[in-house]
């Protein structure tokens, strides 16, 4: 029964992980930048959500405070590219990068002088509440964030897959001259995806408030996010979620089986080999490059 | 306007381009060396410390600036080279071994950590290079009998054949120590950049297929950059070790790796002086923090002192401004500002304009 109790709580704490890979990719997957803030995004959705919901603050209903948060998080993204990154237009993808870190820490910075820097619980209606499944005791939050973010996956995948604007968007990445001549707007397609971006972040902050505290450092979880989707393969969706879950899946077994201290180090550790010898990840789109 | 006439092919490598920089240059180093007498111990540990970022921020500069290959995980080779100068003069080694074995053996284990990262390109290098900075955090935990782990190790005082150095008895000499190595380092960077090692750095930079076409071998030229790189980087670590005079594994966390990129882009990436200019902003911003603080606190009765991250709230908002109207840095805007006065009035804006590519795609091509 351990085993499986420690399983449902490594996919919980990795879905998480998932859902944050989940922005980077599909960020990096519509715009070939990478979002370093992504993490700060979901730890923003979080306090967004809890300013909304909890009784010191605003104390609106939870289920109204949800896609309140969620269309806050989408607008911040979309903000975001049309005043800071859509002048990055043409520039090399490394000063995106830099770009995107710096934001994160203005981001962290801005929570912390708003919001504090005590840890902060979100007050779910749900809290507490438990499901019993054959012998098993789950807290109700565990099997909801899997859930969720199981859902949000297949609902991406598709969307990338069938929608128009999911193929305008992987079309604007795979070559934006091109795209441009196909008549697709290139730079508002990229600002809708930072705006999917940001709300995907919603998500993934309103899941993880609902699982434990928040404070503004919570955004660094963001690099065991990176490992998620490396090791999934940047640039494939579902690859970020099993990236996610796998990572969730090994740090509670690595801490229960390996001295202290190997637990923290396993999912990079995890990372680096990947990255030495499957470098485009387990489920990569890579393919040979030609001069 | 100054003309400056080549005579032989040698006049493009040359040390300094006219006489007048020389002279400028020499200015500076006599300045430099009159420092103590100008300033109180308080500043002058303010620019030691400067230096020595600016140290570290050569060694990033020449991997990051000068070879493309964007590092996240510098702080990893800082630490490296603190614990493993202060292991080495704890075992009784006398100082002027350790410190350059320190920059050497980080060089070389820089160099076995390089070669199978160094396969990756753009991102997948950065997400690598930023997972040896989380790694190198624990492991420092977990190897406690070398390290000390969270208490950390103090680094033991310097013995230059019996010369005591000490950060904050003898700041004065402390000072010159530094001086001294960032003058050395500055020489070997300089003259690597003359040298076709530092061409094919450059030519790296800017396309690697055309640099292999011209015959460069590539992960050769990468590892070498690498190495040379963490060895600087291991000195600054050394002698960041000694001015901290304690240290733990929380000194060089991930910030601070993500620190010295962000210095030399503020800096100006592609140029020694971008690591000066960088490590000067880092270094005096707590101050100016602090001061214009407590002018707000006086003057507008604002209380700003509730206010913890402020510095790399600042920092961040320095970059980002930067990076959207200087994408060149400080140095870039100081090229500019000289060449506006040397073709007076014949100065145009989209002189020092980049070519605008569009994007494609890196998994599909």
Redesign the interface.
């Known amino acids: 029964m351990d085993f499986w109790q420690l399983a449902i709580s490594g996919l919980a704490n990795g879905s998480v992980y998932g859902l944050i890979a989940l922005g980077f990719v599909l960020i990096y997957k519509a715009t070939e930048a990478v979002n370093f803030a992504q993490g700060d995004f979901m730890m923003m959705g979080a306090f967004i959500t809890i300013w909304l919901t909890n009784e010191q603050y605003l104390g609106f209903s939870f289920w109204l405070a949800i896609p309140l948060a969620i269309l806050i998080m989408a607008l911040l993204g979309y903000l975001l590219d049309v005043v800071v990154i859509r002048r990055m237009f043409g520039q090399p993808q490394i000063a995106v990068i830099i770009l995107t870190i710096a934001l994160g820490f203005i981001i962290r910075f801005a929570a912390g002088a708003i919001w504090s820097h005590e840890p902060q619980l979100l007050e779910t209606p749900f809290a507490g509440r438990e499901v019993h499944f054959g012998g098993l005791v789950l807290g109700f939050e565990e099997v909801a964030v899997i859930i969720v973010t199981l859902l949000l996956t297949m609902f991406l995948f598709l969307f990338f897959k069938k929608a128009k604007l999911g193929k305008a968007m992987q079309a604007a990445s795979q070559n934006q001259l091109a795209a441009y001549y196909v008549g697709i707007p290139v730079k508002r397609i990229q600002s809708l995806v930072w705006a999917l971006g940001g709300s995907v972040a919603a998500v993934a902050g309103i899941l993880f408030a609902s699982k434990g505290a928040v404070d503004p450092s919570t955004g660094l979880l963001g690099i065991k996010a990176f490992a998620a989707a490396v090791i999934g393969g940047f640039g494939s969706l579902p690859g970020a979620l099993i990236g996610g879950l796998i990572i969730g899946l090994i740090e509670p077994f690595a801490a229960y089986g390996l001295p202290a201290g190997y637990s923290q180090v396993a999912p990079y550790a995890l990372m680096l080999l990947v990255l030495i010898f499957r470098p485009a990840g387990l489920f990569s789109q890579m393919h040979e490059k030609k001069v | 306007m100054r003309f400056v006439f080549k005579r032989s092919y040698d006049d493009d490598i040359k040390l300094f381009k006219h006489r007048p920089q020389a002279f400028y240059y020499l200015a500076l180093l006599i300045l430099m060396l009159a420092l103590p007498l100008l300033l109180d111990d308080f500043f002058l540990g303010e620019v030691t410390y400067v230096l020595i970022f600016a140290i570290a921020g050569m060694g990033l500069m020449l991997l990051t600036g000068h070879t493309g290959q964007?590092s996240l995980g510098h702080a990893a080779f800082l630490a490296l080279g603190a614990y493993l100068n202060a292991i080495m003069l704890s075992k009784g080694i006398p100082f002027v071994i350790t410190l350059p074995l320190a920059g050497i053996l980080t060089g070389i284990i820089g160099m076995i950590i390089a070669l199978?990262?160094l396969?990756?390109h753009?991102?997948?290098l950065?997400?690598?290079t930023?997972?040896?900075s989380?790694?190198a955090d624990?492991?420092i935990?977990?190897a406690e009998p070398f390290t000390g782990g969270v208490t950390g190790l103090v680094a033991p005082p310097i013995d230059i054949f019996g010369l005591d150095i000490d950060r904050y008895g003898t700041p004065i000499l402390f000072y010159f120590l530094v001086l001294f190595v960032t003058l050395f380092v500055l020489m070997i960077y300089r003259n690597i950049m003359r040298s076709p090692l530092g061409r094919a750095f450059v030519a790296m930079r800017d396309s690697e297929?055309s640099a292999q076409a011209l015959g460069v071998n590539i992960t050769k030229t990468k590892a070498t950059a690498f190495a040379i790189s963490c060895a600087i980087t291991g000195l600054a670590g050394a002698l960041l070790g000694h001015f901290a005079g304690a240290f733990n594994n929380e000194t060089f966390n991930?910030v601070l790796s993500?620190q010295l990129?962000?210095m030399i882009?503020i800096g100006g990436l592609g140029s020694i002086h971008g690591a000066f200019f960088g490590a000067m902003v880092v270094g005096f911003l707590p101050q100016f923090i602090a001061i214009s603080r407590d002018f707000a606190t006086d003057n507008f009765g604002f209380n700003s002192l509730s206010?913890?991250?402020?510095e790399?709230?600042v920092?961040?908002?320095i970059?980002?401004l930067f990076?959207?109207f200087e994408?060149m840095g400080i140095y870039g805007r100081w090229v500019k500002i000289r060449t506006y006065f040397e073709l007076f009035p014949f100065y145009r804006k989209n002189m020092f304009k980049?070519q605008?590519?569009?994007?494609?795609?890196?998994?599909?091509?």
């Open positions: 964007v199978p990262v396969r990756l753009g991102i997948y950065a997400i690598a930023l997972a040896i989380v790694l624990d492991i935990v977990m297929i991930i993500i990129l962000l882009v206010m913890p991250g402020i790399t709230g920092f961040a908002l970059l980002v990076i959207l994408p980049r605008k590519s569009y994007l494609k795609t890196e998994r599909m091509k």
